[in-house]
């Protein structure tokens, strides 16, 4: 089927479509700038309803710390379950520095408490903190006091000249294994 190069009025699919990529360039824009603006008229217009960000915000955290969690225990070294959630979280931080500030801050609402303590429940679960019969509360409470030992971002200690001048001139060390870099 031949596709009309005229314009005309979008069909209810393409005006889906094109939400779905302002949702996604307003909700880029605020992870990237790790800030929420209320005074952005975009922002209004893509979440009319500040739930609507919170739930995207929290969701897209999901998506990336699961990925995260996924990737530690599918590759990582045999490390006990809080050492795996850290190791994921901190691979989280460095993918997207600014988002789990912003997960923090929403977290204050309570919307943005219970979907996140939901997630620290499904990663309890993920990493083997929780059990069946484990209490929701408890697990989460696990996986948020393990999360809150990492430090944020802006925190991260950063490599010294001599030790970055001694792998220039040595190499990088042996003991480092190509998959355990991709996780520290």
Same mark, same amino acid.
């Given at each position: 089927m031949k596709r009309s190069t005229r314009p005309g009025p979008l069909s209810e699919t393409q005006q889906r479509w094109q939400e779905l990529h302002r949702r996604h360039g307003v909700?880029?824009?605020?992870?990237?700038?790790?800030?929420?603006?209320?005074?952005?008229?975009?922002?209004?217009?893509?979440?009319?309803?500040?739930?609507?960000?919170?739930?995207?915000?929290?969701q897209h955290w999901t998506t990336l710390i699961g990925?995260?969690?996924?990737?530690?225990?599918?590759?990582?070294?045999?490390?006990?379950?809080a050492e795996t959630l850290r190791e994921a979280h901190r691979a989280a931080m460095r993918r997207e520095p600014s988002l789990y500030p912003l997960i923090l801050h929403a977290s204050r609402g309570p919307l943005g408490a219970a979907l996140v303590e939901r997630e620290y429940l499904r990663l309890a679960c993920a990493v083997g903190l929780a059990t069946p019969g484990t209490s929701g509360a408890a697990a989460s409470h696990? %996986?948020?006091?393990? =999360?809150?030992? !990492?430090?944020? &971002?802006? +925190?991260?200690?950063?490599?010294?000249? %001599?030790?970055?001048? =001694?792998?220039? !001139?040595?190499? &990088?060390? +042996?003991?480092?294994?190509?998959?355990?870099?991709?996780?520290?």
């Open positions: 909700l880029r824009r605020v992870i990237d700038s790790g800030r929420i603006d209320e005074a952005d008229p975009d922002l209004h217009a893509a979440f009319p309803d500040r739930d609507d960000l919170v739930r995207a915000l929290v990925g995260c969690v996924d990737f530690a225990l599918e590759v990582g070294e045999e490390n006990d379950s696990a %996986v948020a006091v393990i =999360l809150d030992g !990492v430090p944020l &971002p802006g +925190a991260l200690p950063r490599m010294s000249r %001599v030790r970055s001048a =001694l792998e220039w !001139v040595t190499g &990088p060390s +042996a003991a480092a294994h190509p998959v355990q870099e991709l996780l520290h």
